[in-house]
C-alpha cells in the first residue's frame, strides 16, 4: 500500500505554455501534499504545501501566480506552471502525508519538465 | 544554510565494502530519515529514527542518531552494485511533526562491481 503516482512522467513544452502535473494517492487519502523540485545533481527544495480544500502554502521564494496549486480531493493534488520558461525546467516531485504522526509521508515518481 | 548537511558529497566504493554517510542538522528534531533516489526517479524510504533511539537497524542499513551533536549516520554494509543512487537525510522542517521536510543536500553513491 501507500503508493503515490505522478502523471506525466515527463513532459516538453514550449516556452510560454501552461504545464499541469497530477499527483494522486493511489490507496490512501492525503490530506495534505506536498510539491518539491530538484535540479540535476541537487537537492529537493520544498515549493508548497497542498491542503485538501483549502489554499496551498508557499514557501519563501516561490511564485504563486506562476505555480498553481490545487487539491480539490483528498487523493488528486496538481500543480500547474503556468507560462513556462526554460528556467522552469526541473524535476518536479510530489509526496502524499498519511496520517498525523510523525513524517509518514510517500514520494511520487516525478515529472521530468523540460521547456523549449 | 539548509537543515540537513550531509558529507561526503560522493562517495565511491567496491562491491562488498561498506559505505557511511553522514548527515548534520541545526535545530532539535523528533525524528530524522533516511531516503534513497536513483537517478532521475522519486524517493524512496529507507527508515525513520526518532529522537529517542541511538541506533536502528534495517536489513543491511545501520543508521545512528547523536542528538547531542546533531548528526547522523547511514551505513550500508557489504555494499552492491544496485545501491548505487544518491542518499538523502530529511528531518522535519522547523523540527514539527506537521509533515514538512528538509532535505540534505546528499551523497551520491556508486557502487563499482
Known amino acids: 500500500g501507500a503508493v503515490v503516482s505522478q502523471h506525466p512522467s515527463w513532459v516538453i513544452c514550449k516556452s510560454g505554455t501552461s504545464v499541469k502535473i497530477e499527483c494522486r494517492s493511489l490507496?490512501?487519502?492525503?490530506?495534505?501534499m506536498f510539491w518539491y523540485r530538484q535540479f540535476p545533481k541537487q537537492s529537493l527544495m520544498l515549493m508548497a504545501t497542498?491542503?485538501?480544500?483549502?489554499?496551498?502554502?508557499?514557501e519563501q521564494g516561490v511564485e504563486k501566480d506562476k505555480f498553481l496549486i490545487n487539491h480539490a480531493s483528498l487523493t488528486l493534488s496538481t500543480l500547474t506552471v503556468t507560462s513556462a520558461h526554460p528556467e522552469d525546467s526541473s524535476f518536479y516531485i510530489c509526496?502524499?502525508?498519511?496520517?498525523?504522526?510523525?513524517?509518514?509521508?510517500?514520494f511520487g515518481p516525478g515529472t521530468r519538465l523540460t521547456v523549449l | 544554510s539548509q537543515q540537513g548537511e550531509e558529507d561526503p558529497q560522493a562517495l565511491s566504493i567496491q562491491e562488498g565494502e561498506n559505505a557511511t554517510m553522514n548527515c548534520s542538522y541545526k535545530t532539535s528534531i523528533n525524528n530524522l530519515q533516511w531516503y534513497r533516489q536513483n537517478s532521475g526517479r522519486g524517493l524512496v524510504h529507507l527508515i525513520l529514527i526518532r529522537s529517542n533511539e541511538r541506533e536502528k537497524h534495517s536489513g543491511r542499513l545501520r543508521v545512528t542518531l547523536d542528538t547531542s551533536k546533531k548528526s547522523s549516520s547511514l551505513l550500508i554494509t557489504a555494499s552492491r552494485a544496485a545501491d548505487t543512487a544518491s542518499y538523502f537525510c530529511a528531518t522535519p522542517a522547523g523540527g514539527t511533526s506537521y509533515g514538512k521536510l528538509t532535505f540534505g543536500q546528499g551523497t551520491i553513491l556508486t557502487v563499482h562491481p
Open positions: 497542498s491542503n485538501e480544500g483549502s489554499k496551498a502554502t508557499y
Open positions: 509526496s502524499a502525508k498519511r496520517g498525523s504522526s510523525y513524517n509518514e509521508q510517500f
Open positions: 490507496d490512501f487519502q492525503a490530506t495534505t
